[in-house]
């Protein structure tokens, strides 16, 4: 399945009339791993189909929706991971794709971005990339480091910025003195 490239004909979240049913009881973990009232859920296509209902609302709740019902899940970070990223090109004119866990493949772009948050504690990064309907994934170590390598320094502003480059736009990644 490949993530949307436009989404302005999207439905809404959800259909007003569905029926709420309250919390499913089931869980994504940090790791991207999906739960059932605490047990993974081992099989993958079922995985993939709880995903292609899965949305997100404003306040940040996570929902499974069909035309009929729609639950409450519990997410701990982001419903997704990346697992993997490639680049064709260099500079302005790269393109990098991210595979997820449920193998969408997001190509990096301004309907696609990747954004850094920073632990306040700690200062680590955590980054993400925009897979679909205010749904993202979390970007993990391996895949950000090699992000990394493929990174240049830019001056944005009046600053000098560490990112990378996908369609033509640059997507930072933090000051030049904090990336490696």
């Known amino acids: 399945m490949t993530a949307s490239t436009s989404e ?91 595979r997820t866990n449920l193998d969408d493949e997001v190509e990096v772009g301004p309907e696609h971005p990747i954004r850094i948050d920073h632990d306040p504690a700690s200062g680590a990064p955590s980054p993400y990339v925009h897979v679909r309907r205010r749904l993202e994934a979390r970007i993990l170590r391996p895949v950000y480091y090699h992000l990394v390598e493929l990174g240049r320094e830019e001056a944005v502003g009046s600053e000098r910025k560490f990112g990378v480059w996908s369609h033509g736009q640059f997507f930072p990644l933090g000051p030049v003195e904090a990336c490696p």
Not at 15 to 37: K, Q
Not at 56 to 80: K, S
């Open 8 to 98: 302005t004909n999207l439905a809404p979240s959800f259909d007003p009339g569905a029926a709420i049913c309250g919390d499913f009881g089931i869980a994504i973990g940090r790791d991207g791993t999906w739960y059932y009232h605490g047990s993974p859920i081992g099989r993958k296509p079922l995985v993939k189909l709880f995903a292609s209902v899965l949305r997100r609302d404003d306040d940040g709740t996570y929902w499974l929706v069909t035309p009929a019902e729609r639950g409450r899940i519990m997410v701990e970070d982001a419903p997704f991971t990346a697992v993997e990223v490639t680049a064709d090109g260099e500079g302005p004119r790269q393109i990098l794709r991210f």
